[in-house]
């Protein structure tokens, strides 16, 4: 079943991370869809990192950006198909909202 997060930023910094499941039936699908706001500039990120570890910090994680998703500006939309833990959007350029959606699907194990 579907799992769907919306999630924004609003200048030059990162989302929250957005914790996926690893634990569901095959397959492992994640739709990302960014709203880009004017003048933004924007990438779309994922991490293996434990983002639920209780000392974790996101700014020190390992944060690879999406090869098709990477300074986006605009609309734009991505699938996941291997697993990851977590997913954020990066906005690196403007001072205007991005929205970020997420919507995963599967059955949980």
């Not at 492992?28 to 000392?55: E, H, M, P, R, W």
Request: with cysteine; glycine share 8%.
């Amino acid at each position: 079943m579907a799992r769907p997060v919306q999630t924004s930023v609003t200048g030059v910094a990162a989302t929250d991370p957005v914790a996926l499941s690893t634990i569901i039936d095959p397959p492992f699908q994640v739709t990302l869809a960014a709203k880009g706001g004017s003048g933004c500039t924007y990438t779309i990120q994922f991490t293996l990192d434990n983002v639920q570890a209780a000392n974790y910090v996101a700014s020190s994680g390992t944060w690879i950006d999406h090869p098709d998703a990477t300074n986006q500006t605009g609309n734009s939309a991505v699938m996941l198909v291997s697993p990851v833990t977590a997913v954020r959007l990066n906005q690196t350029i403007g001072s205007n909202t991005t929205v970020f959606y997420v919507c995963q699907s599967g059955n949980m194990g």
